[in-house]
C-alpha cells in the first residue's frame, strides 16, 4: 500500500513537473499573439483654442484648417485664434486650461479624459466664464485626434468659440 502511494505522488510530481512548462508556453504564447491587438492608453495630449468669430473681412488661418468643416457650419464669415494651450493627461486625470477670451477676459476650461474604445475617446468639458458662471458642461465622446467645436459665447463685436481636440496614444 505505502509503495501504491508513492508511486502514486512520483507520478503526480512527474506530470506537474512536465505540464506546468507546457502550460506556461501556453499562457504566455497567447499573451505575445494578443499584445499587437490591444492597445492601452499611456495618456493622451489634450489641445485647446478658443476662436474669435465674426462676420467681417473673412481671416482664414492655417493654424484653424483642420475646423475649415465643422466652423463652415455656423454662421461668420471671419475666425482667428485668440489663444491656444496644450497638456499631457493621464486618462481619468483632469486637466485645467486658462484661456483667453474676448475683450482680453480669461475664461477656465477643465478637461477630464476618460476612456478610449474603437479610436473614440469619452471626454468631460466643464466651461467656465470670466466670472466663474457655468457657461458649458458636458461628456461626450469624440474621434480621437479630431477637433470638435462645442460650443460659443458672444457679443456684438464677435462670438468666442472654444475647440478641444484630444489626442490618446
Not at 26 to 40: H, K, M, N, Q, R
Not at 43 to 63: I, P, W
Not at 125 to 140: A, F, I, N
Amino acid at each position: 500500500m505505502r509503495t501504491k502511494s508513492l508511486l502514486h505522488g512520483l507520478v503526480v510530481r512527474r506530470l506537474v513537473f512536465l505540464l506546468v512548462p507546457v502550460f506556461y508556453v501556453f499562457i504566455f504564447g497567447l499573451v505575445e499573439v494578443f499584445a499587437d491587438s490591444v492597445v492601452v492608453p499611456r495618456g493622451c495630449l489634450v489641445t485647446v483654442r478658443s476662436l474669435k468669430a465674426s462676420n467681417g473681412e473673412n481671416r482664414g488661418h492655417e493654424s484653424i484648417s483642420d475646423l475649415q468643416e465643422q466652423l463652415g457650419a455656423l454662421p461668420f464669415s471671419s475666425y482667428e485664434v485668440i489663444d491656444s494651450k496644450q497638456a499631457s493627461l493621464e486618462l481619468s486625470s483632469r486637466g485645467r486650461f486658462d484661456i483667453a477670451g474676448l475683450e482680453s477676459s480669461t475664461h477656465k476650461v477643465m478637461v477630464l479624459p476618460h476612456f478610449v474604445a474603437d479610436d473614440q475617446v469619452q471626454v468631460t468639458v466643464d466651461w467656465q466664464g470670466p466670472q466663474g458662471e457655468r457657461l458649458l458642461s458636458t461628456k461626450l465622446k469624440v474621434v480621437n485626434n479630431k477637433s470638435v467645436v462645442l460650443g460659443s459665447d458672444g457679443n456684438d463685436d464677435g462670438s468666442m468659440i472654444l475647440c478641444v481636440r484630444v489626442n490618446c496614444s
